[in-house]
């Protein structure tokens, strides 16, 4: 914990004027590697990952960092040596699971449109679990392990139909999205997938949706997913664990989720007044593991006044940073060196030099910033660096990883040849 931490953010904050993560100041990292850079700190990620296992303390749990809210190679390695599993959604994700040293015992396989040429890969590396979200799925599973001579572990997504209460481009639990089987069909579909030769049933799972911040819709769902445990296992088909997904929230802007542990002894309590505690449990956590972990360094190109706005240009754009362009998300953005005076500080939209007006990072914050000045945004270790694009044909970022008083280099900047060299001119 830092002297004067950032709200949500133990492991981000001011030594006098100058903002820091861990123990490493971040102008100093700016000034190594150039901007935009992002940087992340360890000792967040690992807390984190503390405050699950302290909630299922004494519990048989895997916890699979769901790693497409940040598939960096290595951030992937810090939870991999802590022992995590990890929830991939496609092949490539494998493939930087296993370049990374993570466990294929221990991954899981999620998402709704997973290949033929997917799952055989997967089965060759003997992941832990499908999570499978259709019986069109079942069936093309079950035929690419019978042809390949496999028994492919299952779970089935299933649906609870609860509401998140989340922006609805995030919301993954309710009829109307596309994910998951609904409940009223989770025992045919369990049926079904024990009769199958090439499937071995081995639990069951849902994931309600992301950056959930109240406890409801998590307790309501875990009741709902209990019923159908219940009505499968009468069925005559055991299953071994449950996977109860990811989606809690994290504190972007006086956000207040549930504490992962506080969460996790009402949801056990729950299991266990059931009769479930025995089953091993699974959960798949993303942005809770990594968002407040990381942040991403921008430097101001120009200010630019105007009538109705002024704009902070900052060399930062929406291919690095895209939540703000597509969620209207919000992320804070601070100075890395806070010495300027505040008061009469002008109130800007900070934004990025790409081609868009959705290229946005922030709007109305009040700034007291010069051209060259530099600036974080704060709470991007998650589904920021993981969805950035070449747009413009701007390069992808850097990054760094903190860990005490070391930074290590863990990305270097992409350039124009890394992002030309797979195409090929005709003729
Ligand atoms: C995205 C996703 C997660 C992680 O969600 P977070 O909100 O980042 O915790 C977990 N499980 C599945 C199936 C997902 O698609």
């Known amino acids: 914990m830092m002297p004067s931490s950032l709200p949500g953010q133990p492991h981000v904050g001011y030594r006098g004027d100058a903002l820091f993560v861990e123990d490493v100041a971040l102008a100093d990292l700016a000034a190594a590697h150039g901007t935009p850079l992002y940087v992340y700190s360890r000792g967040a990620m690992l807390a984190a990952l503390d405050a699950y296992r302290r909630g299922f303390a004494g519990r048989q749990v895997q916890i699979c960092y769901a790693m497409k809210a940040n598939s960096t190679l290595a951030v992937l390695q810090v939870f991999a040596q802590a022992g995590c599993g990890f929830d991939i959604v496609s092949g490539g994700e494998l493939q930087r699971v296993l370049a990374a040293g993570g466990d294929p015992k221990k991954v899981i396989f999620s998402g709704v449109g997973k290949t033929p040429a997917e799952m055989r890969d997967a089965l060759a590396s003997g992941i832990g679990c499908f999570n499978v979200e259709s019986d069109a799925e079942l069936d093309v599973l079950n035929a690419v392990a019978v042809a390949g001579g496999w028994r492919a572990p299952v779970s089935i997504r299933v649906n609870p139909n609860v509401d998140p209460k989340t922006h609805p481009y995030i919301s993954t639990g309710l009829k109307g999205n596309k994910f998951g089987i609904a409940h009223e069909h989770a025992v045919a579909a369990y049926r079904h ?64 989720p549930p504490a992962a542990d506080d969460l996790w002894k009402q949801l056990l309590a729950k299991i266990d007044a059931r009769g479930f ?32 706005k002024n704009f902070c240009i900052v060399d930062a754009a929406m291919n690095d940073l895209p939540r703000p362009a597509m969620y209207q998300a919000f992320h804070a953005i601070v100075p890395l060196d806070r010495s300027r005076p505040t008061d009469d500080a002008p109130i800007y939209d900070v934004v990025g030099p790409v081609c868009e007006s959705g290229d946005w990072i922030g709007r109305d914050r009040t700034l007291a910033v010069e051209a060259g000045d530099r600036l974080a945004v704060l709470s991007a270790g998650a589904y920021c660096m ?31 040849a890394d992002q030309m060299r797979a195409e090929r001119l005709v003729g």
Not at 206 to 218: D, K, V
Not at 227 to 254: K, N, P, T
Not at 287 to 302: F, H, K, Q
């Open 386 to 416: 993981s969805m950035a694009s070449n747009y413009n044909t701007r390069g992808r970022a850097a990054e760094v990883l903190v860990d005490g008083a070391t930074a290590h280099l863990v990305r270097e900047r992409e350039t124009a």
């Open 193 to 256: 997938a024990a009769s199958l030769p090439g499937l071995e049933v081995v639990g069951i799972d849902c994931h309600i949706g992301s950056q959930i911040t109240e406890e409801t819709p998590y307790l309501d769902a875990m009741d709902r997913v209990l019923d159908m445990v219940e009505a499968i296992e009468a069925a005559g088909i055991r299953l071994h664990h449950i996977d109860f997904g990811g989606g809690l929230g994290i504190d972007y802007q006086g956000d207040t």
């Open 277 to 308: 505690g025995d089953r091993q449990l699974m959960v798949e956590p993303g942005r809770s593991l990594v968002g407040n972990a990381g942040v991403c360094l921008t430097e101001v190109l120009y200010l630019k006044p105007g009538e109705q």
